[in-house]
């Protein structure tokens, strides 16, 4: 699909959550297939692309920001045959796809989370989320005061197989949502993987959920003050100089396809003029 090289910039979006967009076969679920029925639609509209929200496997505990497996369509709105014929379609209309992609946190469904819940403190498996050991007398309490942007608090305490208390895992969000240790190279090359996966199947840009929160302070430092997810001086879990390392790496994956292959954040920063 030829376009200008700088489309993004100036482009009409339009964005679909593909469960509630349209049902093709009356199961009262909107599917893929749907979408490819609309495509005549949204031609109709002047769009130059579609931003297609979470249509991954999902228990759906933050409406399919809780991601099982990130290479993947939910069974219940489609397949990949179906991705591809939906990216063919909108291509033939010269219409451009950005899709949601969520690299703060997995879903509690996904397989290395229920490998981490099932290994022991200091594996591997646990290494690539953010596991650590409660405070007080008998760890009782959580690691640090860190907020949750969904209940109080950022940690949820787990038990070991013999059913005594374990270790705690962060979440800035839903407890069902655990967030990624991106200090493990595991996670970092698994998510190269995943761009590429997105992009050989023709998508043109990525809409990045939680950009700037990938990175943790070294340490997990306390916060030390009442504060709230989108509190702009809260450090330890935003904004931190590391998230930049991160989509550099990502923007070789993009500058290694044809065209102008773009991704755009989702962000709340304290000034525009961070790097």
């Known amino acids: 699909m030829a376009k200008d090289a700088l489309w993004w910039r100036q482009a009409a979006i339009y964005q679909i959550y593909p469960r509630s967009f349209y049902d093709s076969n009356g199961d009262g679920i909107g599917d893929l297939n749907g979408i490819i029925e609309k495509v005549p639609y949204l031609k109709s509209l002047n769009l130059d692309a ?25 069974p219940k709105i489609g397949t990949l045959k179906d991705f591809d014929r939906m990216v063919k379609a909108l291509h ?65 305490r787990t038990n070991n197989p013999d059913g005594t208390p374990g270790q705690w895992y962060l979440h800035l969000f839903a407890p069902e949502q655990p967030d990624w240790n991106w200090d493990n190279r595991e996670v970092e090359e698994d998510f190269l993987k995943t761009l590429r996966f997105w992009a050989d199947r023709g998508v043109d840009g990525f809409r990045i959920d939680v950009a700037h929160g990938m990175i943790k302070e070294a340490g997990l430092p306390d916060v030390a003050k009442k504060s709230t997810m989108l509190d702009k001086d809260a450090r330890p879990y935003w904004n931190q100089p590391g998230v930049h390392e991160i989509y550099r790496s990502w923007r070789k994956i993009f500058d290694s396809y044809p065209g102008d292959r773009m991704g755009v954040a989702e962000a709340w920063v304290p000034s525009s003029d961070l790097p």
């Open 50 to 74: 579609v931003w297609l929200s979470p249509f991954y496997p999902s228990a759906l505990a933050d409406g399919g920001y809780d991601v099982d497996d990130y290479r993947d369509v939910d």
């Open 92 to 156: 033939k209309a010269d219409i451009s796809l950005i899709i949601d992609i969520v690299p703060n946190h997995s879903s509690n469904q996904h397989k290395w989370f229920k490998e981490a819940l099932a290994s022991e403190p200091g594996s591997k498996a646990r290494d690539r989320y953010i596991f650590r050991d409660g405070r007080g007398k008998n760890g009782e309490l959580p690691p640090n005061d860190w907020p949750s942007h969904f209940v109080p608090s950022a940690w949820t």
